[in-house]
């Protein structure tokens, strides 16, 4: 090969390509409607989500409302995605799934027939008007830490700089009647 044609590493076309993957989380709630098949139905659509692969699933707990109007009984999971699109794509992803699942924005802490957060996205922090990663209350409320720890035990909040196992044991420290 003369000189001319010759590619350097950065120049060959393979390499910039394959944007690299990330482990990220996204935590799952319904209570309206079938909330199993409400879960699992967002979790096939996740899936399909071109650039994301579901690779852990948690079990379906079932959890009480926090917050909003009274209303019935969550069920909530969460799951662990390989994600090589960019956090803002994902959010709007996830919002197309809420809306083909027949979700109707009342606000927040309405009942609703899916809701699908970001938890983590890698080690990244955003701070942006629509995103915010982690999830600011994540560490405050169980029905996503449960959930989150079975399957992400070792995953580290960015911020806090904790494992999900230790917010978790922190959160139950603080929750349990002295
Ligand atoms: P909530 O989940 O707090 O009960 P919604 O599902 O109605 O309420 O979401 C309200 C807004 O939260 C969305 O329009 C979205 O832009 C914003 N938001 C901020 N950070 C996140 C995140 N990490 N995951 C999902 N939505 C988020
Ligand atoms: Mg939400």
Known sequence: MDE??????????????APPALLAYIALGANLGDREQNLKA?????????????????????TEPVGGPPQGMY????????CTIPAGQLLRELQGVEKELGRKRLGKCFPRTIDLDILLFGSEVIDEMDLKVP??????????????NEIAPNAI?????????ELTRMYRERHTDK
């Open 4 to 17: 001319k044609t010759k590619l350097t590493a950065d120049e060959y076309p393979i390499s910039a390509a």
């Open 42 to 62: 967002a979790i096939e659509k996740i899936g399909e989500i071109s650039g994301v692969r579901v690779t852990k699933v948690s079990a379906f707990f079932e």
């Open 75 to 82: 069920l909530n999971a969460a799951v662990e995605i390989d």
């Open 135 to 148: 999830h600011p209350r994540m560490h405050d409320r169980a029905f996503v830490l449960d959930p989150l």
């Open 157 to 165: 909040h960015p911020i806090l700089g904790l494992t999900v196992a």
